[in-house]
């Protein structure tokens, strides 16, 4: 598959409860969208990068800059209680159509995830090229839920997630788990025509750093990620001086 198509697409719908037009709010200076839109202008695997919105100020502010919007969603697909796995369907279909070829993976880059970088992609279609259905983006947590996460029983005393972390009496022998963090996923194209949902598939894990596993849902993640990049804690390629595809002042 060394000349496989690739289509990336940046799901901004425009409504968001925790955080309102998060994807058009500025973040050190440019929409929160328009870090996504960056980052796969600098990943050159991909064959066509499109946004997938809902919203009409959306649109205009990522065509504003530079960004492919080929179409509205559809009225069954606006509003924030539709999943983003037909979002996803829809967006691959409209697009072969309107090309009139198919594509062979698919690349979701979701602009709540600002702090992922162009190899976190890249690895990310590399996973996906082997013998998988998906690929994406994982960390290690700051703590195993096999110790410390409990949830109520039926008498609303505390008891383990997991039961069987009862038996373990040290760190070192609790199971490797990592949470998904959001940077970036990958599906073979045929994957998503064909599967009802996006689980069920064989997975490969690619490993990022957890320091960069940010999700903006609330105005609190937003601030405290705007600080990371201003302060240069987190150190975006498309953010530095005479960079290709940085943002315009």
Not at 50 to 59: F, P, Y
Not at 61 to 85: H, S
Request: charged letters at 20%; proline letters at 9%; hydrophobic letters at 40%.
């Amino acid at each position: 598959m060394t000349e496989a198509r690739i289509l990336a697409v940046i799901p901004a719908r425009a409504g968001s409860k925790g955080l309102p037009c998060k994807n058009i709010k500025p973040m050190a200076g440019v929409p929160l969208l328009v870090h996504t839109l960056r980052c796969a202008a600098l990943c050159p695997g991909l064959t066509r990068t499109i946004v997938s919105t809902d919203g009409e100020d959306i649109a205009r502010m990522a065509r504003a800059y530079g960004g492919d919007v080929p179409f509205l969603r559809p009225e069954a697909l606006a509003g924030d209680t539709v999943a983003m796995w037909p979002v996803l369907q829809h967006a691959l279909a409209a697009v072969e159509a309107e090309e009139g070829r198919p594509y062979d993976l698919l690349v979701l880059l979701d602009p709540t995830s600002p702090t992922r970088l162009p190899e976190d992609v890249a690895r990310v279609i590399e996973a996906i090229r082997t013998d998988c259905d998906t690929a994406l983006t994982v960390s290690e947590p700051h703590f195993s839920p096999f110790w410390h996460m409990y949830v109520p029983d039926e008498r609303g005393f505390g008891k383990p997630l997991f039961e069987s972390s009862a038996s373990i009496v040290r760190r070192q022998g609790l199971p490797p788990c990592y949470f998904i963090n959001g940077l970036a996923y990958a599906w073979k194209a045929d994957f998503i025509r064909t599967a009802e949902t996006w689980t069920g598939g064989r997975t490969r894990m690619v490993m990022t750093p957890a320091t960069r596993a940010v999700t903006i849902d609330t105005a609190e993640d937003f601030e405290w990620t705007e600080k990371l990049m201003s302060s240069g804690i987190l150190r975006l390629p498309w953010m530095e001086a005479g960079a290709a595809g940085r943002p315009e002042p």
